[in-house]
């Protein structure tokens, strides 16, 4: 687990990972095993290492928060999670990522296969230009999976992201008229319309009010019950209202003055926001610096 070898997109003709069955992990009780755990991961772009040795498991079921000040590396953590960095040229990863003990970055790893099994939803919503209904089975479609009832694949995926009653009588309408709010909570249904196993969050409530941001907040309490959510957010009264553990990362700065985005300290929520072990938790936490 800790094998710190860079590695690279696979080479040869991809693989899909050999997991147990998806109902199966998605009703896992909490406390059981890690879906995923980070062992010595380092993230570089080029030469440049935005992010050095970082680990940390994320427990089934669970709601893990990052948070840091900007700069500090979460987002490009969290992207790592599903292989959303293959996508930057230039990019690797050092270390080991794995899901249910499969290294993601192995050479006859599927990344498109990856990306269903650990869905993202982003900081600004992104809703195709499609109907609301569309934005929904696009995936199961894309990926070719055999849905008998796809009319019943697409409420499904609505109630989850607590939003058919608001949209069931305009499924056909373009997505795009929705409100901010609205169109957060159908890329939520969109992502799980394909059975993810985890849900990855960029800031998803960045670009929303307070209400908005309010039922989304509800929303990730609700799924965590089904699904493992890893969020990143500036909002630490967002961390401490939503999420079970939480991670706090920074930058630090080598003796050739470049910068490098840490882990500092993983822990359970309360215990980081009440009796962090480390001084500069603290010091963020309080508001001294970040």
Not at 74 to 82: D, P
Not at 184 to 194: E, G, K, M, P
Not at 263 to 271: I, S
């Amino acid at each position: 687990m800790t094998d710190t070898t860079t590695t690279t997109r696979p080479a040869g003709g991809p693989v899909s990972l050999t997991l147990p069955d998806a109902d199966h992990q998605r009703h896992r009780p909490r406390g059981s095993e890690p879906v995923i755990e980070l062992a010595g991961v380092s993230v570089f772009y080029g030469d440049y290492e935005a992010v050095r040795g970082v680990s940390m498991d994320i427990g089934a079921n669970e709601i893990t928060a990052l948070i840091g000040p900007s700069g500090c590396g979460k987002s490009t953590v969290l992207r790592s999670l599903n292989r959303m960095n293959d996508l930057i040229p230039g990019a690797r990863v050092a270390g080991r990522v794995a899901y249910h003990s499969q290294d993601l970055y192995a050479r006859d790893v599927n990344p498109i296969e990856v990306r269903r099994l650990i869905g993202m939803v982003f900081q600004k919503p992104n809703p195709f230009p499609k109907s609301i209904y569309d934005n929904v089975a696009y995936g199961p479609r894309v990926t070719g999976r055999k849905v008998s009832d796809m009319d019943g694949l697409v409420e499904d995926a609505l109630r989850r992201a607590a939003l058919w009653e608001e949209v069931k009588d305009k499924l056909k309408q373009s997505a795009l008229a929705l409100s901010g709010g609205q169109q957060q909570r159908l890329c939520i249904a969109r992502t799980i319309a394909v059975r993810p196993e985890v849900i990855l969050m960029d800031e998803p409530c960045s670009a929303l009010d307070p209400i908005a941001t309010g039922k989304i907040e509800d929303l990730m309490h609700e799924l965590s019950k089904t699904y493992t959510i890893v969020i990143v957010t500036h909002n630490m009264q967002q961390a401490a209202r939503v999420s079970q553990r939480t991670a706090f990362f920074t930058a630090d700065v080598d003796t050739a003055g470049v910068r490098h985005g840490r882990l500092v300290e993983f822990d359970d929520t309360n215990r980081i926001f009440t009796n962090p072990a480390q001084k500069r938790t603290e010091d963020y936490i309080t508001g001294r610096f970040g």
